[in-house]
């Protein structure tokens, strides 16, 4: 399992019964996980003295209850890095503080590249890996459906110091807006894309991972560029593993770009008991060439 050693601002300090409890900063939260089945002794002392938990409803969605001096909104860093957080619905706080280790992947491959690096992040909500590739010296196409998390992702830019570095932000749907690419003949050489498990589109489309994925990933190979560096597909989805998306993958770049491909669950440490929690997946197709 592949996971960031370098949270300083983020850390698990417990899970059990079906909640984390978590330090973001100076905020401790507690939010339901379902992946927490297991129902140990909850003896770390923060569990009695967290500024807010978050109680899911039996109809959907849920609400934070707060406990202690909860802030509207606050920053965490990660590195070089700052983003701004704050408690939403559906227990989220804008940052899944698991995915850093991909940042610090994508970061990596960009600084070794050795030539100007076009990103193209697909269903990239808060914009964390877009600020950690603007970061590390590419150039990034940010695209999200929802013009509020568009505008979040900017402030992140903001606070991170790259809002001045070469990025489009654009509100639109992820798949016409790949289409539109084609169309017009961009490209990128990598493609990042976190797309959600169940959704809808602006015209109501039903969007379903497992039924759209292969398709998607089609599409969006037309875009790669001549000599394209790195695709990855984040998933949160239980009924996709990590080796199926590593062979949709395979099946639809190697034969056209070479590379290797690969796959594993990523998570967190948790401080209490040592443990590993898995927390999705992400697969990763790589040319030859990347360093």
Same mark, same amino acid.
């Given at each position: 399992m592949r996971y960031s050693k370098d949270w300083k601002d983020y850390e698990l300090l417990d899970c059990s019964n079906g909640e984390r409890l978590e330090r973001w900063g100076n905020v401790t939260l507690i939010r339901p996980d379902p992946q927490v089945i297991w129902n140990t002794p909850k003896i770390h002392p923060a569990w009695k003295k967290a500024d807010a938990l978050y109680h899911r409803s039996k109809s959907g969605g849920g609400h934070w209850e707060q406990l202690g001096a909860l802030p509207d909104k606050w920053q965490i860093r990660y590195r070089d890095l700052t983003f701004n957080v704050k408690?939403?619905?559906?227990?989220?706080?804008?940052?899944?503080?698991?995915?850093?280790?991909?940042w610090d992947y994508v970061a990596d491959l960009i600084k070794k590249?050795?030539?100007?690096?076009? +990103?193209?992040n697909l269903f990239s909500y808060t914009g964390a890996a877009t600020i950690s590739a603007l970061n =590390?010296? *590419? $150039? +990034?196409?940010?695209?999200?459906?929802?013009?509020?998390?568009?505008?979040?992702?900017?402030?992140? =830019?903001? *606070? $991170?110091g790259v809002s001045d570095r070469p990025v489009r932000w654009i509100v639109d749907d992820c798949i016409k807006f790949v289409q539109r690419e084609i169309r017009r003949g961009n490209h990128y050489d990598i493609i990042i894309m976190d797309?959600?498990?169940?959704?809808?589109?602006?015209?109501?489309?039903?969007w379903k991972l497992e039924d759209e994925v292969y398709r998607f990933v089609e599409l969006c190979k037309e875009v790669l560029s001549e000599d394209p560096i790195a695709v990855l597909i984040n998933s949160y989805t239980t009924g996709l593993s990590p080796a199926v998306m590593e062979y949709i993958l395979?099946?639809?770049?190697?034969d056209r770009f070479g590379g290797s491909v690969s796959s594993d669950e990523i998570g967190l440490p948790v401080t209490q008991t040592g443990m590993i929690l898995p927390c999705g997946a992400t697969a990763?197709?790589?040319?030859?060439?990347a360093k």
């Open positions: 408690p939403m619905g559906f227990k989220h706080t804008g940052i899944f503080p698991e995915q850093a280790v991909n590249a050795g030539r100007p690096v076009k +990103v193209l =590390a010296g *590419a $150039s +990034v196409v940010h695209v999200d459906a929802s013009k509020g998390m568009v505008q979040w992702a900017k402030e992140n =830019a903001a *606070a $991170s797309p959600p498990s169940y959704g809808r589109g602006p015209g109501g489309e039903v395979g099946v639809l770049l190697k990763i197709w790589r040319s030859e060439g």
